[in-house]
């Protein structure tokens, strides 16, 4: 968990050396983006640079600092988009209103597609059978990318990245459904030594 605001600080590379010793696949969650001076952009450079990882976005925020209401999975392209519970009453009793699933919204668009693009390459860089259909033109479908960024995942070649704001409650569900689909089962890694 990074701070949307700070980037990664040193009890994050503390941590992140710690998984790196042992083995342990991970993803990123950038926290607190409703706050002042919060950057998704300038917070995945800082993983990258840092700490030495291959991040790969799969959610796109919708606004930022105080205007932050939501993310856009760049997979589906669905996005979970959280009205003010000031305005619309917080079902859920913490301060958050339950999420509505929409389409990206037109405004980000082309960011949407910019990220996708950027996120697919990575993913289909790490599956040479994704990469050969891939450079042949086929469009790879969400249930392989999935597949190959939990791959991936496990194999600690990337790190997926999700933000949102759990003081909140928005972007939590997806992240609890990317701790599903990406990370292993014990099953999936051997046991620790």
């Given at each position: 968990?990074?701070d949307?605001?700070?980037?990664?600080e040193?009890?994050?590379?503390?941590?992140?050396?710690?998984?790196?010793?042992?083995?342990?696949?991970?993803?990123?969650?950038?926290?607190?983006?409703?706050?002042v001076?919060?950057?998704?952009?300038?917070?995945?450079?800082s993983?990258?640079?840092?700490?030495?990882?291959?991040?790969?976005?799969?959610?796109?925020?919708i606004?930022?600092?105080a205007?932050?209401?939501?993310?856009v999975?760049?997979?589906?392209?669905?996005?979970?988009?959280?009205h003010?519970?000031?305005?619309?009453?917080?079902?859920?009793?913490?301060?958050?209103?339950?999420?509505?699933?929409?389409d990206?919204?037109?405004?980000?668009?082309?960011?949407f597609?910019?990220?996708?693009?950027?996120m697919?390459e990575?993913?289909?860089?790490?599956?040479e059978?994704?990469?050969?259909?891939y450079?042949?033109?086929?469009?790879?479908?969400d249930?392989?990318?999935?597949?190959a960024?939990?791959?991936?995942?496990i194999?600690?070649?990337?790190?997926?990245?999700?933000?949102?704001?759990?003081?909140?409650n928005?972007?939590?569900q997806?992240?609890?459904n990317?701790i599903?689909?990406?990370?292993?089962s014990?099953?999936d890694v051997p046991?620790?030594?």
């Open positions: 968990v990074f949307g605001k700070e980037g990664v040193p009890q994050s590379e503390q941590v992140w050396r710690q998984a790196a010793k042992y083995d342990v696949p991970r993803i990123c969650f950038v926290n607190k983006m409703d706050r001076g919060a950057s998704f952009e300038r917070t995945i450079e993983v990258r640079r840092r700490l030495k990882a291959n991040p790969v976005p799969v959610q796109l925020p606004g930022e600092e205007g932050f209401n939501g993310v999975d760049l997979i589906t392209g669905q996005a979970w988009v959280y003010d519970s000031r305005t619309n009453g917080a079902r859920n009793g913490n301060g958050s209103s339950d999420p509505e699933l929409v990206c919204p037109t405004e980000l668009e082309d960011s597609r910019q990220f996708r693009q950027a697919i990575k993913i289909v860089e790490t599956d059978s994704l990469l050969i259909r450079l042949e033109g086929e469009i790879i479908g249930e392989d990318l999935r597949a960024l939990r791959n991936a995942t194999e600690r070649s990337l790190v997926p990245v999700l933000c949102g704001s759990a003081v909140a928005k972007g939590i997806p992240l609890l990317a599903v689909d990406f990370l292993p014990p099953a046991p620790v030594e």
